[in-house]
């Protein structure tokens, strides 16, 4: 985008570097707020879901830097390897022990050092990322557009949760990728020279590579940026940038070792082939502009040359709605579920950016001006994947208040341009307000019997556990035992999950008990049976009656034979395996 087209020049713009700084302290002090729910004592508590694999994984890098946590032999029947990309675990864990972890002559590190570091990378660099944004907006689009932005990304309560202290889950990260894979492709689209759309492309490069060593699912916003850059540049940016993404990708599935699974959830072939694939076709758009349908159709041929990439792809759309498993995380539930206050919340999310970002569209379309096509056309499909899924609202939300902040300097009448811009400053920082009057504990109180169980199991000898998937890193890492199933669900070995689920749902004990010997359990959690039938049911698409199982009649005071109760809570409790 080039600053004497966006920018509103109306006004002097007063100091970037001034309001940049400005937006940083705003946006780091609101991530700090909820320090006194985080810390117990000088120690840190996180959430105990996906943000404990993270720690664990930080921690391993942090002692055998710059190794990251790959195979993992406390999860599955036999060691499984973890479906994440490794650098944001393998920086994050060089990162501490810059600051001071110290590690032993046998390269082990204190965990807990380790977490008490790691809890602030998230506040801290999201709101470098707020400061950066507001600063290149305010120099390259103008005053308005900055501030906007500024604001939605300060202070959207559904940013600031994703991003403060403990909030150490790689997702605080996918706006920051989305914003520079759109600044790239914008940059390759507003480019005038060869030298200017090879930096492009590059930069292009560098932040798909990025985005891909952190967040696979961040595919889509590098199939967007393909898009606008095949149809409205001249192929010579996206040819670099993809070539980039391309080998990087293939040289690190080269390097993984034997046995690493080669589908959608793993970054590796399927990834590579799909950047070589849009490398090729902008190549060819670079030769001949004019035979975009032939260079497609070579793309597509490329696509299909790795034989195990049509099944990965076709695995990888039920992403999008066909996972049983998926369908039963809240994250992954679509906008339409949500009821009442939740669903007023979530809409008011979007503040004004959803309305804006059609009329930008239009004027885009009108005037040919494809950079601000290319914003409004990012915005508008994750509006479309968000109302699929929730889990997409962290990147929609800004993308929505960009959008509807480069509307902002081409509305002619001031007074309009005024209210149109209350109407994106005004609902981020009044809706997190009301956010903050309910106070946001990092543990909800069902979880917290989960760490009272895993505080228990912690005493116990060791032996694999079978457990409630949902506990799995909380049993692996603050249980410090391994488990058959995690939090990872069916990306590791969807075969082990889904027989795992069947054990679950046993007619009879001996059924169960024969499961738990083949696969080396010692150790059976079983929880609340309403909900963890119908969850088992869920996931593997049956409708088995809860009083056809095992678990429901041993639940209800039936006694087990080849199981002893070792703990017991209302909605939890811990048996082992009385042949082990």
């Known amino acids: 985008m080039q600053a004497s087209e966006y920018s509103d020049t109306r006004h002097p713009t007063p100091g970037p570097r001034l309001l940049a700084l400005v937006f940083f302290v705003v946006a780091l002090g609101v991530r700090l707020l909820n320090a006194p729910y985080i810390f117990e004592g000088s120690k840190p508590r996180i959430t105990p879901v996906d943000e404990l694999y993270h720690w664990k994984r930080i921690a391993y890098s942090a002692a055998h830097f710059p190794h990251v946590l790959e195979f993992d ?57 707020t400061g950066i944004a507001a600063f290149i907006l305010i120099r390259t689009c103008g005053l308005a557009v900055g501030i906007l932005t500024g604001i939605a990304l300060a202070t959207s309560p559904f940013l600031v949760t ?13 706006p920051v990728l989305t914003f520079a894979i759109l600044g790239a492709a914008c940059l390759g689209i507003r480019a005038d020279t060869r030298r200017q759309r090879i930096r492009a492309g590059i930069l292009l490069g560098i932040a798909i590579t990025a985005a891909m060593f952190v967040q696979t699912a961040l595919l889509i916003a590098a199939a967007l940026a393909f898009a606008v850059l095949f149809f409205w540049s001249d192929g010579v940016a996206a040819t670099c940038g993809f070539g980039i993404a391309a080998v990087a990708v293939a040289l690190y599935r080269l390097t993984r070792a034997p046995g690493f699974p080669d589908n959608q959830w793993f970054l590796g072939w399927t990834h590579a082939s799909l950047f070589a694939a849009a490398a090729a076709a902008c190549a060819i758009v670079i030769v001949r502009p004019r035979w975009r349908v032939v260079a497609l159709l070579a793309g597509v041929a490329v696509l299909l ?34 009821h009442g206050d939740d669903l007023l919340s979530d809409l008011a999310g979007f503040s004004g ?39 997409f609202w962290i990147v929609a939300i800004p993308l929505l208040a960009l959008a509807g902040a480069l509307y902002i300097p081409l509305i002619a009448r001031k007074r309009l341009a005024i209210l149109v811009a209350l109407m994106i400053a005004l609902p981020p920082p009044l809706q997190l307000a009301g956010w903050l009057m309910t106070p946001m504990t990092p543990v909800p109180p069902n979880q917290q019997q989960w760490l009272n169980a895993v505080a228990f199991i912690r005493t116990l000898p060791p032996g694999r556990i079978l457990g409630p998937w949902s506990m799995g890193h909380a049993i692996d890492v603050k249980g410090r035992h391994p488990v058959v199933i995690d939090n990872f669900g069916t990306m590791p070995d969807a075969q082990t999950f889904e027989r ?74 811990v048996y082992k395996l009385s042949s082990k």
Do not use: M
């Open 73 to 129: 032999r406390d999860r599955g029947v036999g060691g499984a390897f973890c479906p994440w990309p490794p650098l944001y675990d393998v920086a994050s864990g060089g990162v501490a022990r810059l600051l001071g972890v110290v590690t032993g002559t046998d390269k082990s590190v204190c965990a807990d050092e380790v977490l008490e570091r790691i809890v602030w990378f998230p506040p801290i660099l999201f709101a470098l990322f």
């Open 162 to 174: 994703t991003s403060w202290i403990g909030s150490i889950d790689h997702h605080f990260l996918e």
């Open 305 to 338: 040359a790795s034989p195990t990439v049509p099944a990965s792809l076709l695995s990888g759309a039920h992403f999008f709605g066909g996972d049983r498993w998926l369908k039963t995380i809240q994250e992954f539930q679509p906008l339409w579920r949500a």
């Open 353 to 391: 950016g959803a309305i804006l970002v059609w009329f930008l569209l239009v004027r885009a379309i009108r005037t040919r001006d494809h950079a601000r096509l290319a914003v409004a056309l990012f915005a508008i499909a994750y509006v479309g994947l968000t109302i699929t899924s929730r889990r």
């Open 500 to 573: 795992a689920q069947e054990a679950f749902l046993a007619h009879d004990e001996a059924t169960l008990a024969r499961y738990c010997d083949a696969a080396g359990v010692r150790y059976l959690i079983l929880e609340q049976p309403r909900f963890g039938i119908a969850s088992a049911n869920a996931i593997l698409g049956t409708e088995r009656a809860p009083e056809s199982t095992w678990w429901w009649h041993v639940w209800r005071g039936e006694q087990p034979r080849q199981f002893h109760l070792l703990w017991s809570q209302p909605e939890l409790r």
